[in-house]
């Protein structure tokens, strides 16, 4: 390794020495076999009678021992699911809880969706006679909602609590709350780090069963100087290892989907040039939006020989799994929410891991035998730069969602909600407020009819509203196609590297005026007349496998309609009706063009791009409603369309006032008839 700088693994990494097992002698082993060689096994009675002793336990224990896998089956088998009574374990992500039900479906020899299932936000997979039932944190919180004592659960499990979802957090607290008006259910928390302490003192001291881990040592390699790009430095390492190392799988740790995709391109194109003269290379990407059918090869044994490279996001720091790791490459980022309360912008923004991260991505190359973690970034950075822990997402994230819910399970004061880090007072506020402009609370902080329609539906507040207000533009079939298709949006369009100039001519052949939603809902309608077609969307460079996904969520949120009443109504002509459904929902998100011909958004004058793949990137309308940000070299609003300012006022007359939406023709606005935005939503 050229550039690397070996410096030795700390005593911590180093763990006591145990035999290793091979990966042939592993695949020999039965599934039964491989249950009984895992770090939990031996404690199972202890665990058992643990739990039958007290009502809340935090477990710990490293990554790979057994906890998520393991612990839903011994209770299982100590009788927690008799009389169809459930074991509920949340996972922070939809791929683990799909992935990790797929398994225990296998080694309990059940069919994945009846006893064993798992359901995440727009895909349920379980059944009556589910009885473990994995899950996302999320699905449990709107579980709350239909049945708030959670009756049906003899077991719950909060798995994954280290990371410190905001949804996991909230969980914190109700859980805590419903174990006291049920002495029978029984509470594990489960964490692979060391939060174990902090976690037991918000359970009121609850007892800490540790798992003691198995760990070889790791040694971690550092750079010399920063790397400047660090996806083409990735790539590199993965071949020098592949090249120069011993066998053993690797592991890279990226940020998102794109990255993961240019990654896998770079690698493919790279071992092509090099033939024959290398091993066999299988590059195996694993992100959230990974169709579920090619997730499964990150855990395919790698033939005699070969050597898989697994290109993760950091889904796999804890949440997976994977054996035969050695290698590890971890750039040192992550992609995280970044919220700015007094601005109310929110972006997914690439940002440097903690320490805490760091190390359990390193851990990952040492769970079966001893292995190599390759930090792309200097010792000194590690030491100086790195915060020792991830801040909590509860404190870096828009709240107008769990807000909405917690109000609609009747938690008014949310001051005094019993949170186990507290969300900036700011951040509160923000999230009332804009509850407020959007109709769902009123001016005393209750939820209004709207309110209580909007929590039904899993999404944003916003993209609830604009659902919701589709019923007064009498287009809810075609807002529904939209909001379906935005929830899959950046993987409809397909652009291999080698037909570019095809694939972006098909994406511009749906282009239609008002903009990029009422192009995405071309793609639809069209996809619909064709039957569905796969060779279509093929012609048509559009990815089929997310056209199914967007009908889908698209068949759901028709239900989710029917049970708030709104009747389906289609205007598909009509798109000045369609995009002033969505400009009630997403009135925040408005930008408009200054004096130099840049745009900034309204209220907080913030410079804002259109996305370059956007329809309207050329034409540059006046007026703009965008429907998310994201931050690389610039802020730029992915998806718009073009709105008149006039409308701003029609549905948001709460929020703006005439005097802000003057747009320099001299041309008057008409007066704001509503009732002017007032202080009363402070009060909570
Ligand atoms: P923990 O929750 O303690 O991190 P898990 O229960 O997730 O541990 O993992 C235990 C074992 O099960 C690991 O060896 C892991 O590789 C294996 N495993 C988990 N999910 C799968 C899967 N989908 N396919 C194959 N093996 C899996
Ligand atoms: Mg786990």
């Given at each position: 390794f050229v550039q690397a700088l070996q410096i030795p693994g700390t005593k911590k990494d180093k763990g006591k020495k145990e035999p290793e097992i091979s990966e042939t002698e592993k695949k020999k082993m039965s599934l039964e076999e491989t249950k009984k060689s895992l770090p939990i096994y031996p404690f199972k009675d202890d665990l058992i009678a643990a739990m039958e002793q007290f009502q809340v336990l935090i477990i710990e224990g490293e990554?790979?021992?057994?906890k998520t896998t393991q612990i839903p089956q011994y209770l299982y088998e100590a009788g927690y699911c008799k009389k169809g009574m459930k074991v509920g374990c949340t996972q922070p992500r939809r791929v683990a809880a799909m992935s990790v039900a797929a398994r225990v479906a296998e080694e309990m020899g059940f069919k994945l969706g009846n006893e064993v299932g798992y359901s995440i936000r727009f895909e349920d997979c379980t059944s009556e006679r589910t009885i473990i039932k994995y899950m996302t944190d999320g699905m449990l919180l709107r579980e709350f909602l239909s049945?708030?004592?959670?009756?049906?659960?003899?077991v719950l499990i909060v798995d994954e609590a280290h990371e410190r979802t905001l949804h996991t957090d909230i969980l914190f607290g109700l859980v805590k709350d419903i174990a006291r008006f049920r002495p029978d259910l029984k509470l594990l928390i489960s964490s692979a780090t060391l939060d174990a302490e902090k976690f037991s003192q918000f359970f009121d001291d609850a007892p800490v069963f540790r798992i003691p881990g198995r760990r070889f040592p790791v040694d971690i390699y550092y750079t010399k100087a920063p790397e400047a790009d660090y996806i083409d430095a990735a790539v590199v390492s993965v071949l020098q290892i592949h090249c120069t190392q011993p066998d053993g799988d690797i592991l890279v740790f990226l940020t998102g989907q794109e990255e993961i995709e240019t990654a896998t391109e770079m690698l493919q194109e790279r071992t092509k040039k090099l033939g024959s003269k290398i091993r066999e290379l299988i590059i195996a990407p694993i992100y959230a939006n990974l169709p579920s059918d090619l997730q499964s090869k990150i855990f395919e044994p790698t033939p005699p020989g070969a050597r898989k490279v697994v290109l993760a996001t950091n889904i796999a720091e804890t949440s997976l799994t994977i054996d035969g790791i050695k290698f590890v490459i971890d750039p040192g980022f992550c992609k995280q929410n970044s919220y700015n309360a007094r601005t109310g912008m929110e972006s997914l923004v690439v940002t440097p891991i903690s320490k805490a991260s760091a190390n359990q991505r390193a851990g990952r190359a040492g769970r079966t035998s001893a292995g190599k973690c390759f930090r792309l970034y200097t010792a000194w950075a590690y030491k100086n730069e790195l915060e020792e822990n991830t801040i909590p997402e509860i404190q870096r994230t828009n709240l107008g969602n769990v807000v909405l819910l917690l109000k609609s399970l009747g938690i008014n004061d949310l001051i005094h909600f019993d949170f186990m880090d507290p969300p900036p007072h700011e951040t509160l506020v923000l999230a009332l407020e804009q509850l407020y402009a959007l109709g769902a609370?009123?001016?005393?902080g209750e939820l209004t009819k709207l309110g209580r329609k909007m929590a039904?539906?899993?999404?944003?507040p916003m993209l609830s509203k604009m659902i919701l207000a589709s019923e007064k533009y009498k287009c809810s079939k075609e807002i529904i196609t939209i909001a379906s298709m935005l929830s899959v949006n950046n993987s409809i369009f397909y652009r291999p590297k080698d037909k570019v100039v095809h694939a972006d001519t098909a994406r511009q052949n749906f282009f239609l005026p008002g903009g990029d939603h009422i192009t995405l809902m071309n793609v639809y309608n069209q996809w619909e007349e064709t039957g569905h077609s796969t060779q279509w969307c093929y012609e048509n460079f559009i990815q089929h496998r997310s056209m199914k996904r967007a009908r889908d969520v698209r068949d759901q949120l028709e239900g989710l309609l029917e049970r708030v009443e709104i009747e389906l109504t289609?205007?598909?002509?009509d798109t000045v009706a369609i995009r002033k459904a969505i400009t009630a929902g997403f009135f925040y998100h408005t930008a408009r063009m200054d004096k130099g011909g840049n745009y900034k958004t309204v209220k907080y004058h913030q410079t804002v791009m259109i996305h370059?793949?956007?329809?309207?990137f050329e034409d540059r309308p006046k007026w703009l409603i965008y429907h998310e940000l994201v931050f690389t070299t610039k802020e730029f609003m992915r998806q718009v369309i073009e709105i008149e300012n006039s409308w701003l006022l029609e549905v948001a007359p709460h929020y703006y006032k005439a005097k802000e939406l003057e747009d320099g023709s001299g041309r008057k606005m008409p007066k704001n008839t509503g009732k002017s935005r007032d202080e009363v939503t402070r009060k909570y």
């Open positions: 990554t790979g021992s057994g049945e708030p004592d959670l009756a049906a659960y003899s609370l009123n001016h005393k039904e539906f899993p999404v944003d289609t205007n598909p002509m370059p793949n956007s329809s309207l």
